[in-house]
């Protein structure tokens, strides 16, 4: 499905965004785990979280929708059975990297696969701390690549510094360690979101943090919890960009996880000039939540770099089109991590940005922008199936002076199917 995006009148309205995915994704996994029917409000229902509950229900957990909330009967690792058929993870990097550190653990045969944007992404990253840990596990490409092979068992605890700000990988080096025996260390030089952390702490695991230090002590049971989902702030950060950008627009987004590790999309639009504030920020399920609140403002150009990055890396194909729209020149630095993502987004946010007349140029690990106040449109773009490129160019195309079409918008299902009736519902 191709749509076409015009310059809009302003946003107004207010809205919640779903469920935030990282934690979505961590509510099915750690359910699963922990003994007893847990329940979840507000999950994601989009493909992302799809692929991860239909790989739970491969490895025998009982997940049954019921109205709005979804019930997980989870017996402990050991109520894990061997799935019959290799894991289909889809376009998920979560599903496959936390899921391979659940079946570390387990004495039978995974094999976890996904569609060709994630066969092409980096998998050495969770193959070598796993190994460590004792699993066999093996890829395509002398293991840098899935479909991954594993065959879990007996595992004992490490000693890890991770190699990349990446919170996939911290969470598979978790997974595993809560079966195994003796204490895990996990050292960040750079904190990645912290969910996994802060949800296994609210079900009762044996884990310490200390600053960039995590300690966590195997073997060790979950409780069953009822867990509430915040908005997903990677969601919300489209309307905040739009609105931000969009002269006339004022929209309050609804019950939105604020994480500080999540949250970096706030400050950079705040240091850009954007008037935001947060309203009612209270503590749900061990997470900050708020209701947000964002009026459009002229931009000023940004350079951002260093230890934000990871608490805004999803959120860069948005901000990169609100520095298009800021007078002067914005740079992202220490963002190689992008090009790893469901595309090259580095090599995406460029070529969509020049495409639609901007001057953006690539850099190793980012990019650069000379923003104009505008931006120009009138053309045809592939977000090449990736869906934040795709929702960063709709909101291009809502301040852009001609139309932008993007092809196969669908892609959005990935992590935000009801993007288009909310965008309707805003500009009504
Ligand atoms: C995620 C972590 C991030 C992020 C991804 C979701 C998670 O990747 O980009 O969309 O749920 O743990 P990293 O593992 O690179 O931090």
């Known amino acids: 499905m191709d749509i ?21 994704h961590r509510a099915v996994i750690l359910a699963s785990l922990a003994k007893g029917e847990s329940v979840v409000h507000k999950i994601s229902m989009g493909e992302d979280v799809k692929s991860t509950i239909r790989c739970m229900r491969r490895l025998g957990v009982e997940i049954v929708r019921d109205g709005e909330v979804m019930r997980i009967r989870g017996k402990g690792y050991a ?23 659940v079946a570390a653990t387990r004495p039978f045969l995974t094999v976890l696969t996904g569609d060709s944007s ?7 990253r969770v193959v070598k701390p796993l190994s460590m840990m004792g699993a066999v596990i093996c890829g395509r490409e002398n293991s840098r690549l899935a479909p991954l092979v ?27 360690a809560l079966d195994a025996r003796g204490e895990t260390v996990i050292r960040e030089t750079v904190l990645s979101r912290d969910h996994t952390e802060r949800m296994l702490l609210e079900m009762g695991a044996n884990l310490e943090r200390n600053q960039n230090e995590i300690r966590l002590r195997g073997p060790c049971d979950l409780n069953s919890m009822e867990w509430r989902i915040p908005g997903d702030i990677s969601s919300a950060a489209f309307w905040l960009a739009a609105a931000a950008i969009v002269p006339g627009s004022e929209v309050l987004v609804r019950d939105v996880g604020v994480n500080p590790t999540r949250a970096g999309v706030i400050t ?15 503590i749900i399920n061990g997470e900050p939540v708020a209701d947000i609140l964002v009026k459009h403002s002229e931009l000023k150009p940004i350079a951002i770099g260093g230890s934000i990055i990871p608490s805004l890396i999803d959120e860069i194909p948005v901000l990169a089109v609100a520095m298009a729209m800021a007078h002067g020149t914005s ?51 592939a977000a090449g199936g990736d869906h934040r490129i795709a929702m960063a160019s709709a909101v291009a195309g809502l301040a852009a002076e001609m139309p932008v079409m993007v092809e196969d918008f ?7 199917p009801s993007f288009l009736q909310d965008l309707q519902a805003l500009t009504r």
């Open 150 to 176: 594993i065959r879990g068992g007996e595992l004992k605890g490490i000693e890890y510094q991770m190699e990349v700000a990446s919170a996939q990988v911290k969470s598979a080096i978790l997974l595993a």
């Open 118 to 124: 994630l066969r092409r992404r980096p998998m050495a």
């Open 331 to 381: 740079a992202v630095r220490d963002a190689v991590e992008l090009r790893a993502k469901e595309s090259d987004r580095i090599a995406m946010i460029v070529s969509i940005l020049k495409q639609m007349g901007v001057e953006a140029a690539e850099t190793a690990d980012g990019f650069v922008i000379h923003g104009r106040g505008k931006i120009p449109g009138n053309c045809r773009l």
């Open 79 to 101: 109520g894990l059975t061997e799935p019959d058929d290799v894991l289909d993870c889809g376009n998920s990097g979560t599903t496959m990297r936390l899921l391979s550190g």
């Open 268 to 282: 950079v639009l705040e240091s850009m000039g954007a008037e935001i504030h947060l309203e009612d920020y209270r």
């Open 4 to 24: 076409e995006f015009k310059k809009s009148g302003p946003l107004r309205g207010e809205l919640t965004v779903p469920g935030d995915k990282s934690i979505s």
């Open 410 to 416: 669908n892609c959005v299902d990935i992590s935000y």
